[in-house]
Nanobody, 122 residues
Framework: QVQLVESGGGLVQAGGSLRLSCAAS???????MGWFRQAPGKEREFVAA????????LYEDSVKGRFTISRDNAKNTVYLQMNSLKPEDTAVYYC????????????????WGQGTQVTVSS
């Protein structure tokens, strides 16, 4: 089994920054990890993903230039640095793990963390 533990969420003013972390334990061999978010009444949407082997990254258009995903292979941890935050970034952020491939679909993730709340005030 795989356990994913997110941390780093919180309340921040618009224009501020937060850094999310997701630590994987258990069966840690995987292809990629990603961050998704879900606002109240909305579907879970892709934010960013990174492939373990070569660090290739994918971003959703609205976060390009503001968010940066990175990984620390030695720690089995993925980070999401979020800068220039906007009220529309408010959501529960989930970390996901894929056993194979690299993509943006929430339904293709094999494991999920419990989520961490990010609230951006205007």
């Amino acid at each position: 089994q795989v356990q994913l533990v997110e941390s780093g969420g919180g309340l921040v003013q618009a224009g501020g920054s937060l850094r999310l972390s997701c630590a994987a334990s258990g069966r840690t061999f995987s292809s990629a990890m990603g961050w998704f978010r879900q606002a109240p009444g909305k579907e879970r949407e892709f934010v960013a993903a990174v492939r373990w082997s070569d660090g290739i990254t994918l971003y959703e258009d609205s976060v390009k230039g503001r968010f940066t995903i990175s990984r620390d292979n030695a720690k089995n941890t993925v980070y999401l640095q979020m800068n220039s935050l906007k009220p529309e970034d408010t959501a529960v952020y989930y970390c996901g793990l894929r056993l194979s491939g690299l993509g943006t679909g929430a339904t293709t993730m094999d494991y999920w963390g419990q989520g961490t709340q990010v609230t951006v005030s205007s």
